[in-house]
């Protein structure tokens, strides 16, 4: 199974134009090699209903259940809204909203216990060392997560240089080969957290200015097992003609 997971941001905004997207874009879902979600701003969780072809994902969750949490969300409400994933760990959370490894790491405990399977996003910044970033990361983020929960998770390799939008990206994706390695390098951290069985079947995709014309080369040449798409995913023409690259390869 390819993952395509769309990452919406803080867009569109208006419901009109959330509803106008997702139409344009459901029909990806009659792919059937290819799990696509969706993950919109909270607002517009609620504007689609229960699509069958398409997965619904939320771009947060609050580690707590419920209570005088001012402006936080439950696991429980996402769940109730349909949805089945919750991105975690996005640089741009860890930038605007100050979330460190420890508070990922409690919401991502969160979004297990409520059935949601967490999409885990780690990646260097611009001159950090991949590896050192990578080990620190997965280390935090996965504290106490058992080997059962672990399988749940999808991890994405996400270079904060090569997001393609934000202040601190560059906009130019990483070289298949670059992650590539970034990937087993992830495996071999995994494999020294939970055995070599459980690494080998995890999901890791890529995230970073990914596009029509790159995104087979992460499956193909880098063995990630689907892509994040930011700023692509808001096009839903190029959106198709990524699922399309996608499913030709299957
Ligand atoms: C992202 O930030 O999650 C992302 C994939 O962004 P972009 O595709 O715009 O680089």
Redesign the pocket.
Known sequence: MTFLIA?W?MNPQTTREARVLFEEIIDVGRLKNIETVICPPFPFLSIFGSPKSIRLGSQDIFWEAQGPYTGQVSGKMLKDLGCDYVILG???RRQYAGESDEIINAKLKMALKCGLAPIL?IGERAGEEMGEVLAAQLNGCLKDISKTEIQDIIFVY?PVW?????IV?T?KPCLPDDALSAGLFMKKIITGLYGRFLAEKTAIIY????DSKNAASFIREARMQGV??????LDAEEFSKIADSLNNLT
């Open positions: 990452n941001k996005h640089s741009e996003c996400e090569a997001i393609s939008s934000g990206g906009g995230g970073g200015s990914v994040l798409v930011g700023g692509a995913s």
